[in-house]
């Protein structure tokens, strides 16, 4: 089992809908969890962290986490074309930051 | 603004050249990261510097060397690179509070490329 899965897509949403995006881990000992976008060639940029079970909203993105099982989400409401991108979940476990596999989203005008 | 930069954007060595990536970072951050991603894969930790403590990765091959001179400054070296070091390479950084674990800012990586 990896340490951190996420659905490898790519993921097609039309222009103005939800995207989900989902990431399971393994170490349940994890506290700090992260989404990085990624567009192609370009450097993961930070986009959300939540530490705490629940819901994190920053403006069209929201962060939901369940630690009882072991899942976190990425939602983006009203999605638009410049959302498309490789989106990477990261865990932070006892020792490092472990990343996912990442995400490909397109958004179809 | 604060940020990571990487220097150079794009280099290109030729087989078994050593080449030297640079890292500086305004943050003031007390940890550096070295990552590894090739094509379509997540990054991979190849070492990071927790204030002047260095940590390796168990798998980081023997060819990959870092210095930190100072707390803004940050080099990867590779000694002998191979036509499988062709990557990006992205330096990271982030505040050790304890604990938690704080959001890590990455620079805009450099592209090397091995002829």
């Known amino acids: 089992q990896k340490e951190v899965e996420q659905n490898s897509g790519p993921l097609s949403v039309p222009e103005g809908a939800i995207a989900s995006l989902n990431c399971t881990y393994s170490?349940?000992?994890?506290?700090?969890f992260f989404w990085y976008r990624q567009y192609s060639g370009k450097s993961p940029e930070l986009i959300m962290f939540?530490?705490?079970?629940g819901d994190k909203e920053d403006g069209r993105f929201t962060a939901q986490l369940n630690k009882a099982s072991q899942y976190v989400s990425l939602l983006i409401r009203d999605s638009q074309p410049s959302d498309s991108a490789t989106y990477l979940c990261?865990?932070?476990?006892?020792?490092?930051?472990?990343f996912g596999q990442g995400t490909r989203l397109t958004i179809n005008p | 603004d604060a940020m990571v930069i990487q220097n150079p954007r794009y280099q290109v060595t030729q087989f078994g050249k050593p080449v030297t990536l640079s890292c500086s970072q305004t943050l003031n951050h007390n940890v550096m990261y070295w990552y590894q991603q090739k094509s379509s894969q997540a990054p991979k930790l190849l070492f990071h510097?927790?204030?002047?403590?260095?940590?390796n990765e168990a798998d980081t091959p023997d060819n990959f060397q870092s210095r930190r001179p100072n707390t803004s400054f940050c080099f990867l070296d590779i000694r002998s690179p191979g036509l499988g070091d062709a990557a990006m390479y992205l330096c990271?950084?982030?505040?050790?509070?304890?604990?938690?674990?704080?959001?890590?800012?990455f620079g805009d990586g450099t592209r090397l490329s091995i002829l």
């Open positions: 170490d349940r000992g994890s506290q700090s």
């Open positions: 990271a950084t982030s505040r050790y509070i304890g604990g938690i674990g704080q959001p890590q800012h």
């Open positions: 510097y927790y204030d002047k403590d260095f940590n």
């Open positions: 939540i530490y705490s079970n």
């Open positions: 990261a865990v932070k476990g006892a020792q490092k930051l472990v």
